[in-house]
């Protein structure tokens, strides 16, 4: 039997990759402030401020943590400090929850 051949359909298109957001240019004041706040920090991986509204930030401080087993050979990353800072228009600090230098549970 001959069955008809089935039409070629266009492959449909991949979405579009999400352009990064525009980093605040108070970022990286904000997060040089928490850092000097902090002190030094062990297995550092990254620190991340953003403004969530009206100069309230969001920030994030990941570090390489050990892992629960011996089998594990990646390394872990763990949020080890969190805090929600206000800022001033300049980007200095005035107040943080919790206060800086407080690690995370």
């Known amino acids: 039997?001959?069955?008809?051949?089935?039409?070629?359909?266009?492959?449909?298109?991949?979405?579009?990759?999400?352009?990064?957001?525009?980093k605040n240019p108070l970022a990286p004041v904000v997060e040089k402030q928490v850092l000097e706040a902090i002190?030094?920090?062990?297995?550092?991986?990254?620190?991340?401020?953003?403004?969530?509204f009206d100069n309230n930030w969001r920030v994030n401080i990941w570090c390489e943590i050990d892992s629960q087993t011996e089998?594990?050979?990646?390394?872990?990353?763990?949020?080890?400090?969190?805090y929600f800072v206000k800022t001033d228009k300049e980007g200095n600090i005035v107040s943080s929850d919790p206060e800086l230098g407080v690690e995370c549970g």
């Open 39 to 52: 002190g030094e920090i062990n297995r550092l991986v990254k620190i991340r401020a953003k403004n969530v």
């Open 71 to 82: 089998l594990c050979i990646i390394p872990q990353l763990k949020i080890k400090y969190s």
């Open 1 to 22: 039997m001959n069955y008809p051949r089935p039409k070629k359909r266009p492959l449909p298109k991949p979405p579009a990759s999400e352009k990064p957001e525009p």
